[in-house]
């Protein structure tokens, strides 16, 4: 089974600054999505960014881009201009090509310091 | 779209006692996969619904497990004779032909 590693259980940053979220993942697979999703508090998971593993070009959303690294097998997610609503918990999350199973990793928590 | 809805939001419940949930996937949205998510853990993989048809399980779900979605809309899980060890948070997401899944804000399980 694919496994998700997020070696980074908390992570802290000044409002308006850039904070990077590490992820790495096993697989063999060539073809597949990554995905990363985030979880404030007592509220649900909402997608942040994805990953076709196809693509060179890393996914950009507004404040939050991704270096995708598929030879090191590296997720990184980078937020910019941190803000107050940034805080919450990061899942990085695995989809093969042809399966249906997401594998996440154990997530990152991120706190935003006024 | 309203989005994913789940039933009840918390459940508390005494050991050995049934529980059953309910998942309301957004409309078109012909996929549907639960998960359970511990304490400081991600979500982790329970089991999979292509409209009506389960089509994949994990082995976490054990015999005291069952899911349904009839008429491929919403689904239920539910636990039997529940434990202690069943604790936890458990997450429907819904997606339709891309691989974006999206999440309901799941039923918080105590087993007392």
Known sequence: AQTVTQSQPEMSVQEAETVTLSCTYDTSESDYYLFWYKQPPSRQMILVIRQEAYKQQNATENRFSVNFQKAAKSFSLKISDSQLGDAAMYFCAYRSQTGNQFYFGTGTSLTVIP | ?112
């Not at chain 2, 459940?11 to 998942?23: A, D, E, L, P, S």
């Not at chain 2, 998960?35 to 400081?40: H, N, V």
């Not at chain 2, 779900?61 to 979605?69: G, K, N, V």
Request: charge should be neutral.
């Open chain 2, 1 to 112: 779209d309203t989005g994913v809805s789940q039933d009840p939001r918390h459940k508390i419940t005494k050991r050995g006692q049934n529980v059953t949930f309910r998942c309301d996937p957004i409309s078109e949205h012909n996929r549907l996969y639960w998960y359970r998510q511990t304490l400081g853990q991600g979500p982790e993989f329970l089991t999979y619904f292509q409209n009506e048809a389960q089509l994949e399980k994990s082995r976490l779900l054990s015999d005291r497990f069952s899911a349904e979605r009839p008429k491929g809309s919403f689904s239920t899980l539910e636990i039997q004779r529940t434990e202690q060890g069943d604790s936890a948070m458990y997450l429907c997401a819904s997606s339709w032909l891309t691989d974006t899944q999206y999440f309901g804000p799941g039923t918080r399980l105590t087993v007392l």
